[in-house]
């Protein structure tokens, strides 16, 4: 293989394929990038066995032919070349790479040993505007679980109902909903628990005018992005009955302004968050007669701190509390300026819905108020 590439294009290339290279595995080959040189293209490769990764790339090939490289070396050797033509040239077991006066030589593995790339069976497949899927999985996936051991919960719910996408998160202390109308897509029953992370990192991609495609497989998500195609995993098993948390109604609605709220919350929320308080509540003290919203949090042997903010506020006065990074959580995926707050009672989940076009909603537990 003998071909000479853009650097920046390389570079970026290799940023975008290195998510899929294995860093733990037994297996070398599953830490190396499959490089294949063919018709003035160059297509990179890279599994850990659970996500695969296929990017292309132009490029003037003199040699056709394929090789593996350790993935991380060669991102950082190329990083750090000259802003010029990359020329490379590899076999099964070298790689040469030349680069505005500089010469690097590495070793290279087998490609016969690369596994090869899935092909899936896809049974339904829509595309939705990439700055509209970046929004989305913003919005919610920052809610997923952490904790390994309920796989279910480090998903999002991705759905389509009748030319709605919904996607939905919860770690069981707080779950993000959002919704967005998707035109012209036809899949019939589309759904799938598709991880988090993986998500996050489609929607880290530069932007365009480009679709993304997310298309089903019996256990796989194949995801299409420009150059790029991405499979991996499906996450089995039941995803939470979340609509039952959703309640029909609430004793109180009160609207906010969100940068007004956010800026109460971090200021009284400081007074909770020394080491010897721990973290400490907020709570939330709605006032209907005086349309206020007071905010309040103390710590023993420290001290306490309120702030009043103004709200239009209707039904019944309510009290509740919650943990302070929640609010702040919740409150900085809404894009609108204001919020709605709505309240059952204080052992009930409070919910926060952006006003106006955006279709997001906010639920989040409460913690017991301190008698």
């Known amino acids: 293989m003998k071909l000479s590439i853009n650097k ?43 996500l695969s990764i296929q990017y292309a790339v132009p490029a003037l090939v003199e040699e ?12 950082d050797m190329v990083k750090n070349l000259s802003d010029a033509a990359v020329h490379l040239s590899a076999d099964e077991e070298t790689a040469d790479i030349a680069c505005d006066g500089a010469s690097i030589n590495i070793k290279a593995l087998n490609p016969d040993d690369f596994p090869g790339f899935p092909h899936v069976d896809v049974t339904q497949r829509i595309e939705v505007p990439f700055a509209q899927f970046s929004t989305m999985v913003r919005r919610v996936a920052r809610f997923v679980s952490r904790d390994a051991s309920r796989a279910i919960l480090t998903g999002v719910l991705v759905t389509l109902e009748g030319g709605v996408l919904k996607m939905v998160a919860t770690d069981s202390y707080r779950l993000a909903i959002t919704e967005a109308n998707v035109p012209g897509s036809t899949a019939e029953d589309f759904q799938a628990v598709i991880s988090g992370s993986f998500l996050q990192e489609i929607a880290a991609l530069p932007k365009s005018d480009e679709p993304v495609s997310l298309a089903l497989a019996e256990n796989q998500i194949v995801v299409t992005y420009r150059q790029t195609v991405f499979v991996n995993r499906r996450i089995e098993g039941n995803f939470p009955n979340y609509k039952q948390l959703l309640p029909n109604g609430h004793a109180l609605r009160a609207t906010v302004d969100v940068d007004r709220l ?48 103004p709200c239009t506020a209707e039904g019944e006065d309510a009290r509740i509390a919650f943990n302070y990074s929640y609010v702040l959580e919740g409150l900085s995926a809404v894009e609108t300026d204001q919020v ?8 009930n989940p409070g919910i926060f819905t952006a006003v106006g076009d955006e279709n997001y909603l906010y639920l989040v537990m409460p913690v017991r108020i301190p008698s």
Do not use: C
């Open 262 to 309: 956010t800026a109460a919350v971090k200021r009284v929320s400081i007074i909770g968050q020394t080491p010897s308080s721990g973290a400490s509540p907020v709570q939330l003290d709605v006032n209907v007669a005086s349309q206020t919203l007071q905010l309040s949090a103390a710590a023993q042997d420290v001290g306490s701190a309120q702030e009043t903010i």
């Open 340 to 347: 709605n707050f709505d309240v059952q009672s204080s052992m």
């Open 8 to 50: 920046t294009e390389l570079q970026n290339a290799l940023s975008v394929v290195l998510k899929g290279a294995s860093s733990r595995s037994t297996l070398s080959i599953l830490s190396g990038v499959l490089l294949e040189a063919a018709d003035d293209t160059l297509t990179l490769q890279t599994t850990d066995l659970e």
């Open 64 to 75: 056709e032919g394929r090789a593996v490289l350790p993935a991380k070396l060669f991102s």
